[in-house]
């Protein structure tokens, strides 16, 4: 009696060794996102988690730091770049590599179709992408697409031949990008330079005539009440990216990046549906709110893949060459 009492507390004991062990192994890794909670991008990469999370039996628990509360998108970044944060929802800017101006290239692709076949794991843009993230020492995993672009103007305003090269007469803030701006300079806008916590003020004090960094929902949740017409650019368009610092992402053994990579990839399809519902939602919303929407035709379209193809894509060309934009335009058979 005695021995086999000694026996089972010898099996309880090494079971609950077992057990704490599970649960030193477990660890928990930071990732950034500026957006707020509930934006659907955030809701894909909380999902991309709890995939990660549910697959690895809780060992690897990715935890969405939301509304910038780690820092700016630039602060984030330059913490995964050290190790020091372990993931970001990143939107990559030329301060750290001047071959970001490659995701902000106009006329990469145009509409959401083209958008969702640019982002292909293994797609010419993907593996130029991957490899400028490891000039900079992190881990890509992959694009999740945001938002097509627009242009969003003032009340009062009236923008004559959107779609050719005419001087609009139009003051417009821009992103801060050559690429970007040599682009809408060429379709007919004057440019400003506004930060764009003060985009919503501006456009209702007449200091600028509209904005063009928003899709249709960022537009009306942001700047509604002061706009008057949208215009649909659809060659624009905005990603966020799935960034791993390397310390981290050496951390794992093959099976977890396995893991990691699967689950982006599933998300990606999900928020690719989103964000086209997204879009056509905030399209009819504006037009409820009696905001004029303006669509381009097809002719439209070839001319503003032209205007970037002349304008734009020389400027980015001076900092990738020339052979990746050819390989996407050949890729999607433009």
Same mark, same amino acid.
């Given at each position: ?10 099996? +309880? ?15 928990? /890794?930071?990732?950034?996102?500026? /957006? ?30 939301? %509304? ?78 945001? %938002? ?14 959107? /779609? ?27 440019? $400003?330079? $506004? ?12 200091? +600028? ?35 791993? %610092?390397?310390?981290?992402?050496? %951390? ?19 928020? /690719? ?50 052979? $990746?934009?050819?390989? +996407? ?6």
């Amino acid at each position: 009696m005695r021995k086999s009492t000694l026996i089972f507390a010898a099996v +309880i004991g090494l079971v609950m060794i077992m057990s704490f062990g599970d649960v030193t192994e477990a660890a928990q /890794y930071r990732m950034g996102a500026h /957006y707020p909670s509930g934006y659907f991008v955030n809701n894909g990469f909380r999902r991309v988690a709890d995939r990660v999370r549910e697959q690895t039996n809780g060992k690897v628990d990715i935890v969405l730091y939301e %509304s910038s509360s780690l820092g700016s998108y630039e602060q984030v970044f330059q913490e995964v770049m050290q190790g020091t944060v372990d993931m970001t929802t990143n939107y990559p800017t030329s301060r750290f590599n001047k071959k970001f101006e490659l995701v902000a290239t106009p006329s990469l692709a145009s509409g959401y179709p083209e958008i969702k076949k640019l982002l292909k794991i293994g797609s010419p843009f993907h593996s130029y992408v991957k490899s400028i993230y490891e000039e900079t020492g992190v881990v890509y995993i992959g694009s999740f697409v945001d %938002s097509i672009m627009g242009a969003a103007i003032a009340k009062g305003k009236t923008v004559k031949n959107p /779609y050719d090269s005419s001087n609009k007469q139009m003051q417009l803030r821009t992103l801060p990008l050559t690429t970007v701006r040599k682009w809408w300079s060429a379709m007919g806008y004057q440019l $400003v330079t $506004v930060p764009y916590a003060e985009v919503f003020t501006s456009m209702q004090t007449g200091v +600028i005539d509209g904005d063009t960094g928003s899709g249709p929902e960022g537009a009306f949740l942001a700047f509604g009440d002061v706009t008057g017409t949208y215009i649909e650019y659809p060659n624009s368009f905005c990603l966020l990216d799935f960034v791993v %610092s390397k310390k981290a992402w050496d %951390s794992f053994d093959a099976k977890t990046k396995d893991i990691i990579v699967k689950a982006f990839a599933a998300e990606s399809e999900v928020v /690719y549906k989103e964000a086209v519902e997204s879009y056509d939602a905030y399209i009819a919303k504006m037009k409820k709110a009696g905001i004029k929407i303006v669509s381009p035709t097809a002719k439209d379209l070839k001319f503003m893949d032209e205007v970037a193809y002349k304008y734009s894509w020389p400027e980015t060309a001076k900092c990738t060459g020339d052979k $990746v934009l050819q390989d +996407i335009k050949k890729y999607l058979g433009k």
